[in-house]
């Protein structure tokens, strides 16, 4: 019986990866070089160093160094803007209410620090709605290793095998079957030609189909 749901946050709440794409290809056009979605990809969902970190990338592209004390500011207050334009992602708040309603604890594992998760969820009034964040603050390694996950459940009590992770991304499905959770894979526009074969189910949205029925697919299994 599942007794948990827990949450990503960058791409399954709110849409911030295509957003943070799109202000890096724009940093890095203006130095007259080219990202690309397969690289910036393997970042996606993890620690930004962890496989692939566009701030060497593009030091290596020019052969020279780049002034990041004036650049990091100006992307963060770019990323951020756009952002904030952004609406809560289809299916997220019912998934929330109906976890309520139907008994299930709820938290977050995030890859990123708590002062941008806690900041938007505030914003966006959903942060009581979670029992317990875990952001990349917590732990030693995030996603793909399964910490955020395993500490999430730790709170919530409850026993990986009785718990769904809600992931957008490659790594963040690593996580969560690296914990021993139940996974269900809701890939964006710059996720969706990831390979997310080792969820346990797939959604086009979480608006798709109600949390119940969701549920009771994953219980058969």
């Excluded at 019986?1 to 990503?8: K, N, Q």
């Excluded at 052969?63 to 500011?73: A, I, L, R, S």
Aim: charged share 25%; proline share 5%.
């Amino acid at each position: 019986m599942i007794e948990a749901l827990v949450f990503d946050f960058d791409g399954l709440i709110l849409e911030t990866e295509q957003l943070d794409f799109q202000v890096w290809k724009e940093l890095y056009k203006s130095y007259n070089v080219e990202l690309s979605l397969n690289d910036f990809s393997r970042c996606i969902g993890a620690g930004r160093d962890h496989f692939f970190n566009p701030h060497s990338d593009l030091e290596t592209k020019l052969g020279h160094p780049v002034n990041w004390d004036e650049e990091n500011p100006k992307r963060s207050k770019r990323v951020y803007e756009l952002v904030l334009q952004q609406p809560v992602l289809p299916g997220v708040k019912t998934y929330l209410e109906d976890a309520k309603k139907l008994g299930i604890r709820v938290g977050l594992a995030s890859s990123s620090p708590h002062d941008w998760v806690d900041g938007h969820l505030t914003r966006l009034g959903l942060i009581e709605y979670f029992e317990t964040i875990k952001c990349a603050d917590d732990v030693q390694e995030t996603k793909p290793d399964p910490s955020l996950y395993l500490e999430a459940l730790r709170v919530l009590n409850t026993q990986p095998q009785k718990a769904i992770a809600l992931e957008d991304s490659q790594n963040g499905v690593t996580a969560a079957k690296n914990a021993g959770m139940l996974c269900v894979a809701v890939p964006t526009a710059v996720t969706r030609h990831m390979n997310l074969a080792h969820a346990d189910y797939c959604l086009n949205s979480l608006a798709e189909l109600p949390l119940e029925k969701l549920i009771k697919i994953l219980e058969k299994q």
